[in-house]
């Protein structure tokens, strides 16, 4: 069956935005983002796989001064002894390690590798969500329960590549990775600042930052 609303933020009628890989790429006018229709998810199996071949350790230094591009910023929201929540974590959680060795108090959840539900019934003053939001098949509802995961004025830290311009989509690398169905731009995040009632800061391209007011 056809997608035809946004899974973001359910307007219908989304434009073809690009064809490749065996698969077509939609467009959401309202909120920018680029998704991939339903009938094109590769199975839990497929992506377990693909996950399972990740080699992210906090011994590799590549990949933690690649954390390290949200952690930096991340860090000058933050309290010492903040209790932070890793969401989407992988096979070798990393960055929730990091957080630890800098006195940060952390949980971890992966549907895969750390499938404890029961983190999302305590609160957060920060959650963290690197290289996960393009994977997600509900992106609203995933977002949304994080951010009322949080304390007032806790943070919501997420990375992921910005979706490029229509015209340099095709030769564009993250897409070529059949488990990310979701992408973002600047523009959508503004939309989804807007949607959870959040302050949004983008320190670089691909590190985003949701401050949820504090109570009155």
Not at 14 to 37: M, Q, S, W
Not at 56 to 72: A, D, K, S
Request: with cysteine.
């Amino acid at each position: 069956m056809n997608q035809t609303f946004c899974p973001l933020c359910y307007a219908t009628h989304p434009k073809t935005f690009h064809a490749g890989e065996k698969r077509i790429y939609l467009h959401c006018p309202k909120c920018d983002l680029v998704f991939v229709p339903s009938r094109f998810f590769v199975t839990k199996e497929e992506e377990k796989a693909k996950y399972d071949n990740h080699r992210n350790t906090p011994e590799n230094r590549g990949y933690c001064n690649f954390l390290n591009r949200l952690i930096q910023p991340l860090e000058k929201e933050l309290s010492i002894g903040a209790k932070g929540l890793d969401f989407g974590s992988g096979p070798g959680p990393t960055l929730s390690v990091l957080m630890e060795r800098k006195g940060y108090e952390m949980e971890i959840y992966d549907p895969f590798y750390a499938p404890d539900r029961s983190v999302f019934e305590k609160r957060y003053d920060f959650i963290t969500a690197t290289e996960v939001i393009e994977h997600l098949h509900h992106p609203a509802e995933e977002l949304q329960r994080l951010y009322e995961t949080l304390y007032p004025g806790g943070i919501l830290g997420i990375m992921t590549a910005f979706r490029p311009q229509k015209e340099l989509f095709g030769e564009w690398y993250y897409k070529r990775d059949l488990t990310h169905i979701r992408f973002f731009s600047p523009r959508t995040f503004r939309w989804i600042a807007d949607f959870l009632k959040a302050k949004l800061t983008i320190p670089q391209s691909g590190v985003v930052l949701l401050k949820k007011p504090k109570s009155p």
